[in-house]
């Protein structure tokens, strides 16, 4: 399967669609268990706020992964997506109430590329601060 988007479809500057991501610490202990990160700082508030931080912070894969989503999905294909990288900038705090928190993701066409692929910037937020920095991905297109 590619992506179904067309590379002549697209130019600098082009939004995609934006998706928030709600983040419980259930979902963190579901996390945990698929990834096996059982780290306390993501799951026992104790232990998390003993060693410095704010509360109970999501795993920095999950924020990562929450992010592509939005390309994955705009893409029609997550193989369509060659590289993928970003710089963690300010953890995801997550507390214990049915609120949770959530990851807000933006995302548009930064760069046309050869062959096809275009480099995608992406804002990701959480609480109004940038949680990724540098976040962009390559996006090979139909």
């Known amino acids: 399967m590619a992506a179904t988007i067309a590379y002549e479809d697209v130019q600098p500057g082009t939004q995609l669609p934006p998706r928030s991501f709600p983040v419980t610490r259930a979902t963190l202990v579901q996390y945990a268990g698929a990834s096996g990160d059982f780290n306390p700082i993501h799951w026992n508030e104790k232990f998390a706020r003993e060693v410095g931080l704010p509360d109970v912070i999501a795993h920095g894969m999950f924020t990562m992964a929450s992010a592509i989503r939005v390309v994955t999905d705009w893409a029609g294909d997550p193989a369509a ?42 804002i990701a937020t959480s609480e109004g601060q940038k949680v990724l920095g540098m976040a962009r991905a390559v996006v090979q297109l139909a």
Do not use: S
């Open 81 to 122: 997506v060659v590289e993928y990288g970003v710089r963690f900038t300010k953890p995801v705090v997550v507390p214990n109430d049915d609120q949770g928190a959530l990851i807000e993701v933006t995302a548009k066409i930064a760069a046309l590329l050869d062959d096809n692929r275009v480099r995608v910037d992406l």
